[in-house]
């Protein structure tokens, strides 16, 4: 085999903790190990038992609790940068799903204090320098350095209670991130690495799950697999697939990983034949000839949403949908037309096999 090599990868310095019961007992090391003295614990009301039981570990570390994140971070409630002011923080604990995180970010972006996340989804935000604020119902993003978190603790127990749906959805979300990084036009060795590994765990934890969620090992297998696929997130530019999920949520108000579950399948089947080294390891990573099918039969055995129909979109919405993922340029292994992604979107409208 030939290897020419053509790539740039750049490692951010994060440090990561990863074991059962880390929520408690590994977030005071990591307060301890920035040099932060005074931290705001966010969450959302979910979460909110934990992040006190975190919070009084911390002791006197803690400045004060939170739990007011909230889906999407709305930026007409900006509280949050202003508490960790009161509060004189000088360092923020995110806990919970992508949502609280988000807020942490949002707090990092504003005030630029350190951020430690402690995530109990598969969302992945916690290996991204990406922040997401949604104003008068539209969601901006960006790139910032200040919002990558510093630490990211994964502890396993925390997602003992996710429930069998948002399991299977949350796992696909991940997924999508290492699918698209292994076509990313910046995608390197160590990320196509790092996604099939991230695809395996994933995909050969999820069944399990859905038989058992409170099946620890299988819990920590899928949470491994989140970090690799959060990683390769945060790596890599993403392609048509995040573009349209982007503009299914931001711009029709569909639920943020059910709609990657949704799309993931009729995504990679329009640019599989233009991303073939991709198919391949995904191919090698789900046990399967064709991964566009193997997702869609993924979904359908874990009993999660197959089609745009299921989530609530309207079948006149998919042309102004179309519209606004084909209106902008972005990287994609396979030229974006108005008309491929209209065909996208109805496939994936109707849940028919990609
Ligand atoms: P979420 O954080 O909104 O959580 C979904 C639901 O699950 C909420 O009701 C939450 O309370 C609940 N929940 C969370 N953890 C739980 C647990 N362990 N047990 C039971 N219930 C639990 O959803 P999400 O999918 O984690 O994150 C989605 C948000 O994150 C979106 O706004 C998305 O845009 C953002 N996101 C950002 C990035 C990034 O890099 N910036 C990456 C991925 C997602």
Redesign the pocket.
């Known amino acids: 085999m030939t290897f020419m090599g053509d790539f740039t990868y750049e490692s951010r310095p994060v440090r990561v903790v990863f074991r059962p019961g880390a929520a408690v007992t590994a977030t005071p090391a990591e307060v301890e190990h920035l040099g932060l003295r005074r931290v705001l614990v966010v969450c959302?009301?979910?979460?909110e038992a934990v992040a006190r039981a975190v919070a009084d570990a911390l002791g006197d570390s803690c400045a004060a609790l939170h739990a007011e994140?909230r889906?999407?971070?709305p930026v007409e409630t900006p509280t949050g940068p202003c508490v960790a002011q009161e509060a004189g923080a000088d360092g923020v604990v995110a806990f919970?799903?992508?949502?609280?995180?988000?807020l942490g970010?949002a707090i990092a972006l504003r005030t630029g204090l350190p951020l430690i996340a402690v995530?109990?989804?598969?969302?992945?935000?916690e290996?991204?320098p990406?922040?997401?604020l949604t104003e008068g119902g539209a969601?901006r993003?960006g790139r910032d350095p200040r919002?990558q978190p510093r630490s990211v603790v994964y502890d396993p127990e925390?997602?003992?209670?996710?429930?069998v749906p948002?399991t299977v959805?949350?796992g696909v979300?991940a997924l999508a991130?290492a699918v698209e990084a292994l076509y990313a036009p910046d995608t390197s060795p160590l990320i196509a690495l790092m996604a099939e590994d991230g695809v395996r765990a994933t995909a050969e934890a999820l069944p399990l799950l859905a038989v058992d969620p409170e099946d620890l090992e299988a819990r920590s297998r899928a949470l491994y697999g989140a970090w690799l696929c959060?990683a390769c997130?945060?790596a890599t530019t993403m392609g048509l697939h995040h573009k349209l999920c982007h503009v299914l949520?931001g711009t029709f108000g569909l639920p943020?990983?059910e709609t990657h579950t949704v799309v993931l399948p009729y995504a990679l089947a329009y640019n599989a034949s233009a991303a073939p080294d991709a198919l391949t390891a995904l191919g090698r990573a789900l046990g399967a000839d064709d991964p566009p099918s193997a997702l869609w039969d993924l979904a359908g055995r874990l009993g999660a949403p197959r089609s745009l129909a299921e989530l609530g979109l309207r079948e006149t919405d998919l042309a102004e949908a179309a519209v606004q993922v084909a209106g902008q340029p972005y990287a994609n292994p396979r030229p974006v037309t108005a008309e491929g992604v209209r065909e996208v979107l109805q496939a994936a409208y109707e849940g028919r096999r990609p």
Request: hydrophobic share 30%.
């Open positions: 959302g009301s979910r979460g994140a889906m999407h971070v919970g799903g992508g949502s609280s995180i988000g970010k995530p109990s989804t598969y969302s992945g935000s290996m991204t990406v922040w997401g969601k993003t919002v925390l997602t003992l209670s996710l429930p948002l959805t949350s979300n991130h959060g997130l945060g949520g943020h990983a």
